[in-house]
């Protein structure tokens, strides 16, 4: 196993992906794509923007699908988790893995300017307050817009745009009237030190009504290699990225989409992962973190092969295993409390 270095990739697509004299990040253009055809029953905005419902009916039958940010941006607001399951996004243009699940398609993710168009965060949150206000009176909480979510690609090769939409919602005198979500796959390496003073990142950690969702790739070297295809080394960089995001006061929620082709040893490789995570981020982090089926988009389709369609079946055993492990570590209580109640680190 070889694979690629995604940190170097990450700093070779960045400068494709903003404009730093303006504040503009590039945002992808979905018309046209496999995904826009996969969206249909979603709301657009300028062919860039979309309204996401978080949490559909199908997926709250999966107890362990733990439904963030609806809950915690609701207890930050004020308002029911029902008027937080919408969240207004655009998809940074760019991202340096190469995931064969990924709903998005390749061309989305490029950095190509072709396929995209640069935003400021002041932009951005204007088109969302724009939407907002067409369905302020709605009875309908899903058009209800109280979560900006800034998304992917990958948010972290360029984290000015977190500050910089902290910046535009204090100068608007928002910060108490949204809630901020962000995401991020864990393989940026230092990008956001060192693209962020320590002065801008202490104004983020300072936003009270943000959180940060970072998602695994895998729950091992072999299946971090298997999904994404980079070196299967910088699977440890995730444990440690997601440490500091932590130590640096963030609000941080976690993802693993537990596939792999192979079933060998399932449980005790996720009991060693769910101990790394406990070892080396929080002991708490494993509760804070969702295991949700991945769901076979139009651009996923396409990338399917007997493995991978052998790890989509592997992935429910996976999952079951995983709630039976939680079982094996934390009291009843702790098993019950939201991931939004539990201490991050």
């Not at 199908?58 to 609806?70: C, H, I, K, L, N």
Request: charge should be neutral; aromatic fraction near 12%.
């Amino acid at each position: 196993m070889k694979g690629y270095d995604p940190i170097k990739l990450a700093e070779k697509l960045r400068p494709k992906m903003i404009d730093p004299e303006n504040k503009k990040v590039l945002l992808a253009i979905l018309a046209g794509t496999g995904q826009e055809k996969d969206l249909s029953k979603e709301r657009f905005f300028e062919n860039i923007f979309r309204s996401k419902i978080y949490t559909k009916p199908e997926d709250r039958e999966f107890d362990y699908f733990r439904g963030e940010p609806a809950a915690v941006a609701a207890l930050e607001l004020g308002v029911s988790p029902e008027e937080c399951n919408a969240a207004f996004l655009g998809q940074i243009n760019g991202c340096n893995l190469n995931c064969w699940y990924c709903y998005v398609d390749r061309i989305a993710n490029s950095a190509n300017h072709k396929y995209g168009k640069f935003f400021s965060a002041e932009e951005y949150l204007n088109q969302f307050l724009a939407e907002r206000r067409k369905f302020q009176s709605s009875a309908n909480p899903d058009l209800k817009l109280n979560i900006l979510r800034i998304s992917g690609g990958e948010v972290f090769i360029v984290p000015e745009i977190i500050f910089w939409m902290v910046e535009a919602i204090e100068k608007a005198r928002l910060e108490n009237d949204l809630y901020v979500w962000v995401d991020s796959n864990l393989a940026t390496g230092n990008s956001y030190w060192n693209h962020l003073s320590a002065e801008q990142r202490a104004r983020i950690e300072h936003f009270r009504n943000l959180g940060v969702c970072v998602c695994y790739k895998g729950f091992d070297r072999e299946t971090f290699y298997e999904n994404t295809g980079a070196a299967p080394e910088f699977f440890d960089e995730q444990f440690r990225m997601h440490r500091r995001l932590v130590e640096e006061g963030l609000d941080v929620y976690s993802y693993l989409y537990p596939v792999t082709s192979s079933a060998k040893n399932l449980r005790g490789r996720l009991s060693l992962f769910m101990d790394r995570l406990r070892e080396e981020v929080s002991e708490f982090a494993p509760l804070r973190m969702a295991t949700p089926p991945i769901k076979v988009y139009g651009p996923t389709e396409k990338r399917l092969t007997p493995a991978r369609k052998k790890a989509l079946e592997n992935q429910l055993e996976a999952m079951k295993i995983w709630k039976e492990e939680l079982q094996k570590r934390y009291t009843r209580e702790q098993l019950h409390m939201k991931p939004h109640d539990l201490p991050s680190r």
